[in-house]
């Protein structure tokens, strides 16, 4: 993963193109990059997130930010409830205690 002013890429190498090539996470809006080499791919990263900030200065628009924090979430009634009683039983608020759950779950 590269990060770079709040942006975040994901990489993949392509073992028959013998090139790098990545994509920004969390936009609606499509910005890729790609390199030869790890140095190349990192630049031209953050050149795609430059040009993307320009760009969107240029049309006087905002650009998208990336994971806002603000996610909707289907649950079976049964997991809600059960999450719900836990948060309440662990003095919480049902918000907090997905967040902590999570957070634990992928190790943080």
């Given at each position: ?5 709040g ?20 936009l ?13 791919l ?67």
């Amino acid at each position: 993963m590269l990060k770079y002013k709040g942006y975040t890429g994901i990489v993949q190498f392509d073992d028959q193109a013998m090139i790098f090539h990545g994509e920004i996470v969390g936009l609606r809006d499509v910005i890729t990059f790609r390199g030869m080499t790890p140095e190349e791919l990192k630049q031209e990263f953050e050149k795609s997130i430059d040009g993307y900030l320009d760009w969107c200065k240029e049309l006087g628009q905002e650009p998208e930010k990336p994971f806002s924090g603000n996610i909707h979430l289907r649950l079976r009634p049964e997991l809600h409830a059960k999450l719900a009683s836990e948060a309440k039983f662990n003095g919480v608020s049902l918000n907090n205690y997905i967040n902590e759950t999570l957070q634990r779950a992928i190790g943080e």
